[in-house]
């Protein structure tokens, strides 16, 4: 217990509880890991808020993201300057958007801005083919791929205006149970 | 002054549901008593003096924190001004005007803005742009507002000392889904819930226009006075945008216009009130966190708080409990930096508020500490839960490999165990702590054949209901007297109702989760793919999943593309015969296996006596364990001639099948127990009973431990070696789950007759955990369609509820009712029936006075027929009005869903009316080059161009043209 202190005060570590899904322990426990990705550049004391970040290269390195094939994406939507390095901050919202306890809304908002590669804030067709592409390692020929995209744009845009707003999308991820427990990253 | 009176009217609404609450009214109400009569005189020149009227200051100073306080601002906001505008009877009409769009977005708005005096002619009901107006007026009062935030005025009223007084209840959550679909009413939206609705619609526009020109209290003060009648949404829709351009009035520039735009899109797009995007579906702000604003992403940290749309959130985060307050700032899709800023000024606003408001605040405040010392609490006790949750990591590594589906039957295993184990602690300390304190020595020997048949020497532990006295527990003179016989029925009791409420609360929770509207489920091709599994994490099961999910693609799409190749009618008839072939068989092998077990348990008790060896009892529990074995397999052979379009179909119905054979089988097992074992008149059949279950159970176990590491690794190695076409099997998680109800079943039933079996159901399901991941690591391959896991787990607890706990709940019911306890042993030895128990109870206790109010509670409620029948009468109509309300709203979503594409096909009507225009203009005046840049195709394709920025800078134009 002494040694969690000299890392965050008391504050601190009570802000980050009131600000993300996480109790104390897992807060610690996300810290360390943070910490490991870089032991030399991340300080064991954290109560004077150094303005530290981890580089994407080693985000991308930890296990739960090596082989997401959306990881650069994540880091970027979670990146304070959307490059993809890292505050422990960012660190801890991406594993507290991430996390189960985070409610759907808030999953959607961030999985639509994953989803949205050219971050106009709508998935256009450009968009789902970089998704689809990414999602099948690039197994589907091109004709195939708009297929899928005229399809998706189909079926879930709903006002027809050729892509997906934030809320067409929110409309069917309500209609697809399975994605409060997919968008999930244990750690 | 036009305008202004009617804006007057406008808000002598009386649709103002949050409002009459509120405490501070009176303030208002009070100061600007006479105020009505003023703007009598009033013309237009005269407008800005009115803000500085003095009283409307007063007023202001109580009333603007309540719109702030008001949680559905944010959502509304944006919303509300379409729905009145388009609902209007003159929509359709104006629909088929030629100039249309002129009408709706162009030149009378625009001059509107530079010629006050044009609004007066506005304010007439039928005149006919007024309608196609009032869409744009909408949006700019709101942008109109958050400018006027940023008058230091106004900033000083922000830390009000009322606030705390406002805390407006919440909408609904569906109120406000509906609300924000509302978004896109049409003519032929129904009439009735227009008016229902509009309240809220037009409730909610009021805000800004009253924070603007402070004169809010004073038109408020109608709402006192009036009580009902709701006035016609169209009245509104004229009134509405009248008094929006006359608050406006041309102070504000531009540019904060659409800042504040973006601003007041609680989303947060930058393409401000563009048509499919002011459709902001307040649902998603939040049902129960008002605060919740998902803003605007180009405006980041602290200008963000600065920002009207930020403070507007910190206000409505002050009011709330401490709880919600920090709900709300977990929700907000924020970096942690502004979320911790966030946090840090609600909590100084709220530390600055001043004492002695209102008498109870001092109270709250001093309550504050103990509030805070309780979640201090609550967290630590939340952590030392989490660290004892099972298998963290085990299930991290399951989820890695195999995904999601894969993991919820581990899920549900662990949830189970957490079930049993509660179970265990129930009767263990109301039980068997009390009767190990004065139990006898056990002469029996022990050989070690006794953990299979169950008998034996556990026959007289604290493992059967036999073992059990029925005397009073009494240790020492003078001590609390236990009896056993109440404890035993009443733990039992407890254990099955408790058991009854979490199931029936966690189905719930499951359905509320994952059955939102299962009713628009498509095929779903973009759920395929927004629903990466991002909890899979192995190198080589992401692989596979890249490669499983392109042969889903694909075959998808090959279905697509070759949609309604229409059977022939030999062809239907074939599929036909063989579905109900399929159907006759299951059945017919169910019922065989049924009459099997039936006679075989009959011939059993005769079969015992000619066989004394103890392991001979085990042959019932083996030849039910083999059909269990063997019977599902036989079923899922059965796809190969069903050949059911849909694999979800095919599931269901191989759920459906086997879970008939498992129940008939304990049904029919139930049915020997109760009314030849009890009835045979043998020594202590409870024990008997209690020994069958227990051997039941343990040979199931066995049989999974001997399929998990014989058949599945034989199959393994079939598949790997021999036949190398087979490949590796996929878990199946349908039996899976089955067998676990299974056993959850006879353990439900045998509580009564055997307290130690959910111990033994624990050790079991720990054992299975360990067997079961160690043998989906070995042999299995990660499963290759997507599962829908959600509904399917919905579906396991609904099957673990329906007929498995009700089932076992009628069978206790049976044999506490009914049946004669037998004579010689166990708690109720004796009686007539085990529930004579409780009546001797109550006989006693109504002796003692002191006491009576149980015997009442007993008499009049539980006893009694006719509160039953009132209270099923109750339920019943209850549940018949939530059915009808969900009928109602099926169908209005249904609607709301067709005027999304309604409003859609509109918006690209206009937007194609516009290019016309524009067009036209650039034929009148070839020089202007910035109107040619935003050409159709760039709208279109290069989505940064906002539609209204656009549209707007048209109907700038138009008057030119």
């Known amino acids: 217990m002494g040694n969690k202190h000299t890392v965050f005060t008391h504050e601190q570590l009570e802000a980050y509880q009131d600000c993300t899904f996480f109790t104390r322990k897992e807060i610690m426990r996300l810290y360390y890991r943070y910490q490991d990705l870089a032991p030399q550049l991340v300080p064991l004391d954290y109560t004077s808020c150094p303005d530290v970040k981890v580089p994407y290269e080693l985000i991308g390195t930890m296990p739960e993201l090596k082989d997401n094939p959306f990881r650069q994406r994540i880091a970027q939507v979670f990146s304070e300057d959307g490059d993809g390095h890292m505050t422990l901050d960012n660190f801890l919202d991406m594993f507290s958007v991430m996390s189960e306890m985070a409610p759907r809304d808030l999953k959607a908002y961030y999985a639509f801005k994953i989803y949205d590669f050219n971050n106009d804030d709508y998935i256009c067709a450009w968009d789902l083919e970089q998704t689809v592409t990414k999602l099948t390692r690039g197994e589907l020929n091109a004709e195939e791929v708009s297929l899928v995209c005229e399809k998706v744009l189909d079926e879930a845009d709903g006002d027809h205006d050729g892509r997906l707003s934030l809320e067409d999308f929110q409309n069917m991820i309500l209609r697809a149970p399975d994605f409060l427990s997919t968008f999930h990253i244990r750690i | ?961």
């Open chain 2, 1 to 961: 002054m036009c305008a202004y009176y009617r804006n007057n009217a406008y808000e002598e609404d009386p649709d103002y549901p949050d409002y009459s609450g509120a405490q501070n009214h009176t303030r208002g109400y009070v100061k600007t008593r006479d105020y009505p009569d003023s703007p009598g005189p009033l013309n237009n020149s005269n407008y800005p003096s009115t803000r500085s009227n003095p009283y409307s200051v007063g007023s202001r100073s109580s009333d603007y924190p309540q719109s702030l306080a008001e949680p559905d601002y944010i959502g509304s906001q944006s919303n509300p001004f379409h729905p009145g505008s388009s609902r209007e009877p003159g929509y359709p009409a104006s629909q088929q005007n030629p100039d249309f769009a002129d009408s709706r977005g162009g030149g009378h708005y625009a001059s509107s803005r530079t010629n006050p005096d044009y609004l007066g002619p506005f304010g007439e009901p039928d005149y006919p742009g007024a309608q196609g107006n009032s869409n744009h007026p909408g949006p700019r009062s709101h942008s109109n507002y958050p400018g006027s935030r940023r008058n230091p005025e106004h900033a000083g009223s922000r830390i009000n000392p009322y606030i705390d007084t406002l805390g407006e209840p919440d909408y609904p959550g569906a109120e406000n889904h509906f609300k924000s679909l509302n978004f896109f009413e049409e003519p032929d939206y129904p009439g009735a819930e227009d008016y229902q609705n509009s309240p809220d619609i037009w409730g909610a526009p009021d805000y800004p226009g009253a924070e603007n020109d402070r004169d809010y209290g004073s038109s408020e003060n109608p709402v006192l006075s009036r009580t009902s009648s709701i006035q016609p949404s169209f009245h509104r829709g004229d009134d509405d945008p009248l008094g929006i351009l006359g608050r406006e009035d041309g102070d504000y520039p531009e540019s904060i216009e659409m800042n504040s735009m973006e601003m007041a899109n609680p989303y947060g797009h930058p393409v401000p009130g563009a048509p499919g995007n002011g459709y902001v579906n307040p649902a998603y702000v939040g049902d129960d966190s008002p605060g919740q604003a998902y803003g605007d992403p180009l405006l980041s940290g602290c200008d963000w708080l600065k920002s009207p749309q930020g403070q507007k959130l910190i206000a409505s985060l002050i009011p709330m409990t401490s709880r919600d307050r920090i709900k709300a700032i977990r929700n907000q899709p924020r970096t942690m930096e502004e979320k911790r800023n966030l946090r840090k000024m609600v909590d100084r606003e709220k530390s600055k508020q001043p004492r002695g408001v209102l008498d109870f605040h001092c109270c709250v405040q001093g309550l504050s500490s103990i509030a805070l010392a309780y979640r201090r609490a609550k967290s630590s006790l939340s952590e030392l839960l989490s660290s004892i949750s099972l298998w963290q990591k085990t299930l991290k590594v399951i989820g890695g490999k195999f995904g999601t589906s894969v993991l919820s039957y581990f899920n549900f295993l662990r949830w189970l165990l957490k079930f049993n184990i509660f179970s265990f602690v129930v009767t263990f300390s109301f039980i068997i702590i009390p009767q190990l304190t004065v139990a006898e020595k056990n002469n029996l020997q022990f050989t070690g054949l006794e953990f299979l048949t169950g008998a034996g020497y556990f026959s007289d532990t604290v493992m059967y209901y036999g073992f059990y006295t029925n005397s009073t527990i009494r240790h020492g003179n003078g001590g609390a007297s236990y009896d056993m016989q109440l404890a035993y029925i009443f733990t039992v009791g407890v254990c099955l109702v408790i058991c009854f409420f979490s199931l029936l609360f966690s189905m719930a929770r499951y359905f509320r989760n994952n059955f939102i509207n299962p009713h628009i489920y498509s095929r779903g091709i973009a759920k395929l793919i927004f629903c990466w599994d991002f909890t899979v994490t192995h190198q080589s099961a992401v692989k596979l999943k890249q490669k499983n999910l392109s042969t889903e693609i694909r075959e998808n799409l090959s279905e697509i593309r070759q949609e309604n190749i229409k059977l022939t009618l030999n062809q239907q008839l074939a599929r036909f015969c063989a579905h109900l072939a399929a159907w006759v068989v299951s059945t017919g092998v169910a019922v065989a296996c049924c009459v099997a077990v039936y006679y075989l348990a009959e011939n059993n008790s005769k079969f015992l006596e000619n066989h004394r060896e103890p392991g001979a009892v085990l042959l019932l529990p083996f030849v039910v364990s083999c059909i269990n074995l063997a019977v599902p397999r036989l079923y899922s052979m059965f796809r190969l001639v069903e050949r059911y379009e849909m694999p979800r179909h095919e599931v269901y119905i191989l759920l459906i099948r086997n879970i008939f054979l498992k129940i008939s089988i304990i049904g029919i097992l139930c049915y020997y127990w109760l009314n030849i074992v009890a009835l045979a008149g043998e020594e202590c059949w409870e024990t008997l009973i209690g020994q069958e279950i227990y051997r039941l159970l343990l040979m199931d176990f066995v049989f999974s431990l001997a399929d998990s590491f014989l058949g599945e690794f034989l199959r393994r190695i079939i598949g790997m070696r021999l036949i190398t076409s087979l490949g590796l099997q996929e878990f199946d998680i349908a039996r899976n789950v089955l067998e676990l109800i299974y056993a959850q079943t006879l353990v439900w039933i045998g509580t009564f007759f055997c307290p130690l079996l959910p111990l033994i159901q624990m050790i079991t399901l720990f054992i299975m955990f360990y067997v079961k991941n160690i043998s989906l690591m070995m042999n299995f391959q990660p499963p290759s369609k997507a599962w829908r896991a959600a509904q399917m787990v919905t579906f396991f607890i609904l099957l673990l509820f329906f007929p498995s706990f009700t089932g076992v709940l009628c069978t206790l019911a049976i044999t506490i009712w009914r049946l004669k306890p037998s004579a010689d042993c166990g708690p109720f030895r004796g009686l007539p029936l085990f529930i004579q128990s409780i009546y001797s109870w109550i006989d006693t206790l109504s002796k003692r006075p002191s006491y009576l109010w149980v015997v009442w509670i007993y008499r009049n409620l539980i006893g009694s027929v006719h509160f039953f029948f009132i209270l099923t009468l109750i339920v019943l109509i209850i549940t018949y009005l939530y059915w009808q309300i969900t009928e109602g709203r099926k169908i209005m979503i249904r609607l709301l869903h067709e005027q999304i594409i309604n409003e859609g096909k509109d918006k690209m009507f206009l937007i194609e009316k516009l290019i016309k225009l524009q067009d036209m203009e650039k034929r009148a005046n070839p020089e202007r080059r910035d109107v040619e840049q935003l050409g159709p195709l760039h709208v279109r394709e290069h989505d940064a161009a906002p539609d209204l920025r656009f549209r707007r800078s048209v109907q700038e134009d138009n008057p030119k043209v």
